[in-house]
């Protein structure tokens, strides 16, 4: 177990401090041990000798390569320490398992069956070190037909349910941006380890979370599976509106808007300005009063009027008017407005902290506040082996020929 009273660098403040957790993980759940890090847990991030290959991911600062300059990498690893071990030799694995012993969470994303097979599994590790928390996560889990398949991010989010329905109906289904379904399973993987590390201070027991991609994407597929249920019809692809319903992102004068008209009051109060603006077309007639009639027969018409109204207003003009009535309508964001985003900068989310060479560094932290620990980015993420004198004299106690040997 961590002894909180060694972790000096940590801020015992934090929910986390006192905990210590080993971070194995690639991009399926790096996500997950910057949330750890970020809540106090002393995350010690494992890579390779050389580097984690996720220090190859671009864009980087200026557009230079190197292992310090993956914004990706530099996101991902906030907070967190860092060694470099080769964990497929004897000697690094006896290493890691020293480090383990010493932790209360390891966390890695390896094949099904492969920390087992370098005597680094968690029935192994447990045996020593009964209140290990272990989480594997996985695309499809550590047991099941397809507990060997391989999967990256584009595959997780087919196979989860949710790509089918995501584009538009007269397209093939489309992938969101960026690595959704990663971000999904590091967040399952997180809420598990604090649900373990919970029931660890009831019965002092540790167990083993098998996480898997897919599931963590069907979870979110909403209203897909009630369809099926209720229709015995896959749910369809909606393109810009959301399921089937008259939520949906209008182009307007100067870029998109989001508008939800799922109440009669909402429905009302756009049509009502759509004829002030002399551009309702029938929608005044009473035919359209119930707002239901919107998911049915006559919604191409409704949606070509709308939208040759909103080419009369700003994304400005139709989110104020939307909130001024408890409507929840607004802009869609692009990247360089969510950068000098009021709310974003004012709730602490994005952060200012120093880089390693002393410039400003642009952070975004996490996406929830607690009141008692309003920032949670405090350092940036470690270089190759920045920490590796410091996590294995100070926790293993090996001297400085067994760190250099074992950091090659």
């Known amino acids: 177990m961590a002894n909180p009273h060694e972790q000096s660098?940590?801020?015992?403040?934090?929910?986390?401090?006192?905990?210590?957790a080993l971070?194995?993980?690639?991009?399926?759940?790096?996500?997950?041990?910057?949330?750890?890090?970020?809540?106090?847990?002393?995350?010690?991030?494992?890579?390779p000798p050389g580097g984690d290959p996720m220090r190859e991911i671009g864009p980087f600062i200026d557009s230079r390569p190197g292992p310090d300059r993956s914004l990706y990498w530099l996101?991902?690893?906030?907070?967190?320490?860092?060694?470099?071990?080769?964990?497929?030799?004897?000697?690094?694995?006896?290493?890691?398992?020293?480090?383990?012993?010493?932790?209360?969470?390891?966390?890695?994303?390896?094949?099904?069956?492969?920390?087992?097979?370098?005597?680094?599994?968690?029935e192994s590790l447990a045996v020593e070190s009964s209140g290990l928390v272990y989480a594997s996560i996985t695309p499809?889990?550590?047991t099941g037909p397809y507990r060997d398949y391989k999967a990256s991010d584009l595959v997780g989010f087919a196979m989860g349910g949710y790509m089918y329905v995501t584009g538009w109906p007269h397209t093939p289904p489309t992938k969101l941006w960026g690595s959704q379904a990663y971000h999904t399973a590091s967040n399952r993987a997180y809420i598990a380890i604090l649900l373990a590390l919970y029931?660890?201070?009831?019965?002092?027991?540790?167990?083993?979370?098998?996480?898997?991609?897919?599931?963590a994407v069907a979870a979110t597929t909403e209203h897909v599976n009630t369809t099926y249920n209720y229709t015995?019809?896959?749910?369809?692809?909606?393109?810009?509106?959301?399921?089937?319903?008259?939520?949906?992102?209008?182009?307007c004068k100067d870029g998109y808007a989001s508008i939800t008209t799922n109440t009669r009051a909402a429905w009302d109060d756009l049509r009502a300005w759509m004829d002030r603006d002399g551009m309702a077309?029938?929608?005044?007639?009473?035919?359209?009063?119930?707002?239901?009639?919107?998911?049915?027969?006559?919604?191409?018409?409704?949606?070509?009027l709308v939208q040759a109204w909103a080419m009369l207003h700003t994304r400005q003009e139709i989110t104020e008017f939307g909130q001024s009535n408890h409507h929840p309508w607004g802009p869609a964001a692009t990247a360089d407005?969510?950068?000098?985003?009021?709310?974003?900068?004012?709730?602490?989310?994005?952060?200012?902290?120093?880089?390693?060479?002393g410039r400003p560094m642009v952070c975004a932290g996490d996406p929830y506040r607690l009141s008692e620990f309003p920032q949670p980015v405090r350092r940036t993420a470690p270089a190759p082996g920045e920490h590796n004198a410091e996590v294995l004299s100070g926790i293993l106690g090996l001297s400085p020929e067994e760190i250099a040997r074992l950091s090659i």
């Open 140 to 142: 499809f889990g550590q």
């Open 199 to 215: 029931h660890r201070m009831a019965t002092g027991e540790g167990q083993y979370i098998d996480v898997s991609m897919q599931e």
């Open 232 to 251: 015995g019809e896959p749910a369809v692809r909606c393109g810009f509106r959301h399921g089937g319903q008259f939520v949906a992102t209008w182009k």
């Open 9 to 20: 660098h940590a801020e015992p403040s934090l929910p986390l401090s006192g905990f210590r």
């Open 75 to 122: 996101h991902f690893n906030t907070n967190k320490r860092g060694v470099t071990l080769d964990i497929s030799t004897a000697e690094g694995a006896a290493a890691l398992r020293g480090l383990a012993l010493a932790s209360d969470v390891l966390l890695e994303t390896g094949p099904p069956g492969y920390m087992e097979m370098l005597g680094l599994g968690y």
């Open 337 to 357: 407005e969510i950068l000098t985003n009021e709310q974003l900068w004012g709730r602490g989310y994005l952060t200012t902290v120093e880089s390693q060479d």
């Open 23 to 47: 971070d194995l993980s690639g991009p399926m759940g790096v996500y997950c041990g910057k949330l750890m890090a970020d809540m106090g847990a002393d995350v010690i991030k494992v890579e």
């Open 281 to 304: 077309g029938d929608l005044m007639d009473e035919q359209y009063n119930d707002h239901f009639v919107l998911r049915g027969e006559h919604s191409a018409h409704i949606e070509k």
